[in-house]
Nanobody, 121 residues
Framework: QVQLVESGGGLVQAGGSLRLSCAAS????????MGWYRQEPGKQRELVAT???????NYEDSVKGRFTISRDNAKNTVYLQMNSLKPEDTAVYYC???????????????WGQGTQVTVSS
């Protein structure tokens, strides 16, 4: 069974750093765009950053210059390096990825289980 497995969340003080990882496990034919989203209680899930297979990145304005998204195509893994964290970055962070499970299969969007990031002031 294919799934996205996240790791790296936790509690950090304002100004600190965390690195999130998300790996596609199971048999995958190809991985397209991968991304990170976050969700605060009672709010909609919002985009944080995305990265194409070729490395083109896109960031939400509030994280530009502080967060860096990267990927390792050989490991089907996406990372989010978060620096200069602020209390308003506190949320559950979810990764997603466009996965093709076989050569003639359609592309499907998969989501990770979410990992809590808490930034204390």
């Amino acid at each position: 069974q294919v799934q996205l497995v996240e790791s790296g969340g936790g509690l950090v003080q304002a100004g600190g750093s965390l690195r999130l990882s998300c790996a596609a496990s199971g048999r995958v034919f190809s991985v397209g765009t991968m991304g990170w989203y976050r969700q605060e209680p009672g709010k909609q899930r919002e985009l944080v950053a995305t990265i194409t297979r070729g490395g083109i990145t896109n960031y939400e304005d509030s994280v530009k210059g502080r967060f860096t998204i990267s990927r390792d195509n050989a490991k089907n893994t996406v990372y989010l390096q978060m620096n200069s964290l602020k209390p308003e970055d506190t949320a559950v962070y979810y990764c997603n990825a466009e996965l093709r499970l076989a050569a003639l299969s359609p592309v499907s969007l998969y989501w990770g289980q979410g990992t809590q990031v808490t930034v204390s002031s």
